[in-house]
């Protein structure tokens, strides 16, 4: 779940620093491509190199995962063109961020139920079976007798 939210995240958080450090756009989203192998990088390296157009949108495969993706994609494709993307940057980050802790308090607050399975399938048979087990092998030998 976490997934679909960590690539663009850190990509807006190398594009943020690379900008803040006086890097171009292309440059700063080339050195996210390189350092990162997932479909999400891979798909946005591919479309730099075929020059960035806002056209070859539907080549993200990952992009119908969420609105972040896209959002992110249109943002980047605005700052290749050469508009100012600094301050939707820092504000798309915020939102992300907190999209970010909203899936994990999510995650936690099911973790309870989906450990729950385990537990009654595994857990208490063989712990039924450690407790009743001398319990009946004893009842069993004095009913033998």
């Not at 976490?2 to 663009?8: E, G, V, Y």
């Not at 949108?57 to 249109?74: C, D, G």
Request: charged fraction near 20%.
């Amino acid at each position: 779940m976490m997934d679909s939210l960590a690539d663009p995240y850190l990509c807006l958080l190398r594009v943020r620093m690379g900008l803040a450090a006086g890097e171009s756009l292309r440059s700063s989203l080339q050195a996210y491509a390189k350092g990162n192998q997932s479909a999400f990088s891979c798909d946005l390296n591919r479309w730099i190199l075929q020059g960035a157009a806002t056209d070859k949108l539907p080549l993200f495969h990952e992009l119908r995962k969420n609105s972040y993706r896209l959002a992110i994609v249109h943002l980047l494709a605005a700052g290749l063109k050469g508009q100012s993307i600094y301050d939707p940057l820092l504000s798309l980050e915020q939102e992300l961020h907190q999209a970010s802790l909203d899936e994990l308090e999510e995650e936690i607050r099911m973790q309870p139920i989906k450990l729950i399975f385990p537990l009654l399938f595994f857990q208490l048979p063989a712990f039924f079976i450690l407790l009743f087990g001398p319990v009946t092998a004893q009842l069993l030998q004095t009913l033998t007798k």
